[in-house]
């Protein structure tokens, strides 16, 4: 079974830094692209950030752009987002979701989320 | 940036169609993907490539994507259906619609 979890959510002060994690099993990691989506709270889906296979692509959203960087460790099955100088806005819950190909940025498989709130 | 517009709540009657709407410019030659949302769950893929259903997905939904719009349709719509309905596109980046509130009374 397809399964990701991810972890690393949590309160943090603007400005301050916050790694997310993202563990996929069931699968063959290192044959699909990987993206994290993220929710805010009543609203709708955002797509934040993706990486290829082999993590040599990535991509961000322009709302991201300059602040988080994506990366992967196909060795651990492991996805990851480190996002730096959090703003208010940043705040959701963020999803890790699997590609349905190398980059065919179709999302077949999702996780429960890790909610992220920036707040002083 | 590329907006998809959805319409923010449909209402349906149960064993009815429902049709949900997702706009865009020439949205037509771009592939389409939708995805359910039920409250406090994950979105769940139910159409990709414009029409093609993931193993597991009812056959009673069933998209099309032609010109500046696409439609996703769900015939004989249950209660179990009620939820949130984001279409999803790339452009320069990857866009979702404000999504579709589906309500069955």
């Known amino acids: 079974e397809v399964q990701v979890v991810e972890s690393g959510g949590g309160l943090v002060q603007p400005g301050k830094s916050l790694r997310l994690s993202c563990a996929a099993s069931?699968?063959?990691?290192?044959?699909?692209?990987m993206h994290w989506v993220r929710q805010s709270p009543g609203k709708g889906l955002e797509w934040v950030a993706g990486?290829?296979?082999?993590?040599?692509?990535?991509d961000f959203a322009a709302s991201v752009k300059g602040r988080f960087t994506i990366s992967r460790d196909n060795t651990k099955n492991s996805l990851y987002l480190q996002m730096n100088s959090l703003r208010g806005e940043d705040t959701a819950l963020y999803y890790c979701a699997k590609d349905r190909g190398q980059q065919q940025l179709v999302f077949d498989s999702w996780g429960q989320g890790t909610l992220v709130i920036v707040s002083s | 940036s590329y907006d998809l517009t959805q319409p923010p709540s449909v209402s349906v009657s149960p064993g009815q169609t429902a049709s949900i709407s997702c706009s865009g410019d020439?949205?037509?030659?771009?592939?389409l993907s939708w995805y359910q949302q039920k409250p406090g769950q994950s979105p769940v893929l139910i159409i990709y490539?414009?029409?093609k259903r993931p193993s597991g997905i009812p056959e009673r939904f069933s998209g099309s994507n032609s010109g500046n719009t696409a439609t996703l349709t769900i015939s004989g719509t249950q209660a179990i259906d009620e939820a949130d309905y984001y279409c999803?596109?790339?452009?320069?980046?990857?866009?979702f619609g404000g999504g579709t509130k589906l309500t069955v009374l």
């Open positions: 069931g699968f063959t990691f290192d044959n699909y692209a």
């Open positions: 990486v290829s296979w082999n993590g040599a692509s990535t």
């Open positions: 490539e414009d029409k």
């Open positions: 020439k949205l037509g030659n771009k592939l």
């Open positions: 999803q596109a790339w452009d320069s980046s990857v866009v």
